[in-house]
């Protein structure tokens, strides 16, 4: 269907099961959607140790709500989304990707513009412990577009509490280098620390890119014993289907190919 912002598509597929697509880009499929969305939540939760709060930006189909009401601190979800069309459909086609979550009296949802959002959460004082970025890509002609320029990091920034991370899509790194690179020199006008993390999602048909941004938190650098004992108290230990301690420090292993293209996978300044 055509809604007011973008061509909207949901499918099926005899190996992915429900596929959603926006202007004909594929966001998410049933049979892989948790591999992104625990990674765009779960390291830097589980580096952070008690966050209660997040907001996403974008996300209408409701996958990254449900990784972050899966932790026991967490009390409030924002969702601010732009086309209400998105989550109408998803609730009714995607359950195996939101599992219920914009049911829960945990989350809010905006619809509207995703900067608005923020600035009007930052104007009034409201911080985040976490802040995920669960969009399209960063196009000229994306209807995210704003949000990868400097006003919406800025805006992203300034909306998360202190020792608060957010994450990022940056893209297929190998297939894409020029907008990942540029989105890694964007994110690191903004933040003090950011860190590239890598995991192949098989319905992109990619290796895949995902930041994580804070002025403090160090993500990369988290324990892994510590890390473990966490996600044991958290009763996640067995839960996820591919986040896990051992797999914390790989996600941030760059191949030496992708090392030039993110200084080396240094924290940037």
Known sequence: MRSAHQHIEIGEHPLFGRVFRLDGRIMSAEADAFIQHEVMVHPMAMAHGSPASALVIGGGDGGSARELLRLPGMREVVVAELDAEVVRLARRWLPRIHHGAFDDPRVTLEIG???AVMEALRDSGRRFDLLVFDLTEADDGSPAAALFGARGLQAAHDCLAPGGAMSLH?????????????????????????????VAIPVYGALWAIAVASDTLDVR??????????????QLDGALRCYHAGLHAALFALPRHLQPLFDGGATSA
Request: hydrophobic share 50%; glycine share 6%; aromatic share 8%.
């Open 170 to 198: 940056l893209g297929p790194p190998f297939h894409r280098p020029d907008t990942a690179r540029l989105l890694w020199r964007r994110l690191g006008d903004h933040f003090r620390l950011v860190q590239p993390m890598t």
């Open 113 to 115: 513009d995703g900067l």
């Open 221 to 234: 650098a988290a324990d892994p014993a510590m890390l473990a004992a966490r996600l044991a108290d958290w």
